[in-house]
């Protein structure tokens, strides 16, 4: 039983159980913030659902409509989660600066060794 209660209590499962709830709530977001952008361009078209777009008896429009969605969502997280992400990670989470690795810190001790050897400064 203590197994199961390491398992359950453990953080990573929480963190995962609370990124999925939190994708859902957001997922919502997003399809209606798409619904609405679909409805703009449809108002500016004229057709706000492109699935009965059938040029020369090919039926097109379904997959139409899943490309313009499938952009419309990339581009809204991309721009309102991906690069707010990034730059506040950036300013409150500077990388560290990594230093020299260690295969190159042992060759610029060699040569400088072998400098000091020969007489050369």
Do not use: H
Not at 14 to 26: D, G, R, S, Y
Not at 52 to 64: H, I, T
Not at 90 to 101: I, K, N
């Amino acid at each position: 039983m203590s197994g199961f209660k390491n398992f359950l209590l453990r953080g990573s499962l929480i963190e995962l159980a609370v990124a999925f709830i939190m994708a859902t709530a957001f997922a919502a977001v997003v399809t209606a913030t798409v619904a609405l952008i679909m409805d703009l361009i449809g108002k500016a078209g004229g057709t706000p659902d492109f699935s009965s777009y059938s040029p020369g008896g090919v039926s097109v429009g379904a997959w139409l409509t899943a490309v313009i969605s499938f952009v419309i969502m990339a581009t809204i997280v991309y721009f309102f989660i991906v690069l707010p992400y990034t730059k506040a990670k950036e300013r409150y989470f500077p990388a560290e600066d990594t230093g020299t690795p260690a295969d190159v810190a042992v060759l610029e001790e060699i040569r400088d060794l072998l400098r000091a050897r020969n007489g050369q400064v």
